[in-house]
């Protein structure tokens, strides 16, 4: 079983974070999706009273379209490889920490600095990882926790 | 009354949403500027200070590297020239011990990520009151 509702908060935060700050909807929490290609793939790793990391992997054209919403451009006008790289990071940051702070209301936790990883890097497969693809209005966007506390309630 | 505001954030993509979001809001700005970690931050602060002109109000991150944001406020507490400088922490880590811990230090307001450009605005309102809220135009 996973703690408190894992999964639901994983995608709610998510959810948030691209809503908020990044004018885009998440049209299902939950879709079936191949690992996309020529992916941008984020890893940020948390500690503190449980230790884990989370991966998230989009398309280019996707990482490129949150990129121009989160920096104001103007329509158009694509996001340099820095700025897009500076920017899946943040939002990296943002997912992670809004899911743990649903989590861990009471403790401490410190947010390694988010890490973007090559193209061919895949995500972690283990059991005690939760997948979650979603359905994006610029592409699906694929969710990869690793947390200790899923080690515990696997 | 416009604002001269610092943001401290090591992401140079965050630091352009909160001034795009500051521009936008409606504040009154006269002045942003921006720093990488607490210790930049710092540098700037008495820079302007000397200067005379000072900065009204602080936005700090807290993960970054070199000093990070409760190092920044815990320094800005010992420097009596800057310690009635409000700082606005704005972050991913919302948990209840890190707000508290934060508050302590001297921390005046807190804002946890995702944060929608209204938010901003409103505890600016409410940490400098309504007086800097000024339309621009």
Known sequence: MLPRCADVDLVDAASEVLGMMFFTDVMNGNVVADPPERPVTVKVEFQGASSGMLHMSMPRETAEALAANFLGLPMGEAPTEEQMNDVVNELGNMVCGSFLSKHESEELFDLAKPEILAAAAELPSQVATLHRSLQLDNGNMVLALSWDRLNHAA | ?137
């Not at chain 2, 795009?20 to 700005?29: F, I, K, P, Y």
């Not at chain 2, 006269?30 to 200067?51: M, N, P, T, W």
């Not at chain 2, 890190?98 to 409103?122: D, F, W």
């Open chain 2, 1 to 137: 009354m416009a604002l001269r505001v610092l943001i401290v954030d090591d992401a140079p993509a965050m630091r352009l949403y909160i001034r795009r979001t500051l521009q936008m809001s409606g504040l009154a700005l006269s002045a942003v500027f921006e720093a990488g970690d607490g210790k930049e931050g710092i540098a700037v602060l008495e820079r302007e200070h000397l200067q005379g002109a000072g900065i009204d109000l602080v936005f700090t991150d807290i993960n970054m590297p070199v000093m990070n944001g409760e190092e920044f406020v815990t320094q800005l507490q010992q420097e009596e020239r800057l310690r009635e400088v409000p700082v606005l922490v704005i972050s991913t880590d919302a948990t209840k011990t890190r707000v508290l811990r934060l508050r302590e230090l001297g921390a005046r307001g807190y804002i946890s990520k995702p944060c929608a450009p209204e938010m901003i605005r409103l505890k600016v309102e409410q940490i400098l009151g309504r007086d800097y809220a000024a339309a621009l135009c």
